[in-house]
């Protein structure tokens, strides 16, 4: 699969972008601006940030930081879920950083390991210790929510 991705002939999951920077220690965020060739500004405008979408579950993801090049440990990905939509990723993702997911608008059931949490727009969530999870939207409007990244060293 990591070969059609590098050929171009196939987009890749959100599954296997998390086992990607699971398996190199590294945030989607990063391995995502590695293969852009993006601006080295301090100042990202809103028109230039990184935007993926999962071909599997449709959900849109936007890079908010870091800025390429920047030092600073945090990443902050804004995330649009839509209707039904599930995307899990492996425990090994959340292995190097600590994780607070806030919600702005809509329902978001997050299940982390055999645990479920139902948070709604305002509600905000610290991860516990890495496993296998999910973010889920059950209900039949989108989801937006904040995924803040505390990179912790090596």
Request: glycine share 8%; with cysteine.
């Amino acid at each position: 699969m990591i070969a059609k991705v590098e050929a171009g002939r196939s987009s890749p999951t959100a599954m296997l972008l998390g086992k990607l920077s699971g398996a190199f220690g590294i945030t989607i965020s990063t391995l995502l601006a590695r293969a852009e060739d993006v601006n080295r500004s301090r100042v990202l405008k809103h028109d230039q940030r990184l935007v993926w979408r999962d071909p599997q579950s449709g959900y849109v993801r936007r890079q908010v930081f870091p800025i390429p090049g920047s030092t600073v440990p945090i990443d902050l990905v804004e995330v649009e879920l839509p209707a039904g939509a599930k995307v899990a990723y492996p425990a090994s993702s959340y292995s190097f950083a600590k994780h607070l997911i806030w919600v702005q608008k809509g329902r978001l059931v997050f299940v982390e390991g055999q645990q479920e949490h139902l948070l709604r727009a305002g509600d905000c969530l610290e991860l516990g210790e890495p496993q296998d999870c999910r973010y889920e939207n059950r209900s039949g409007a989108s989801c937006t929510y904040l995924v803040l990244l505390l990179r912790q060293a090596p």
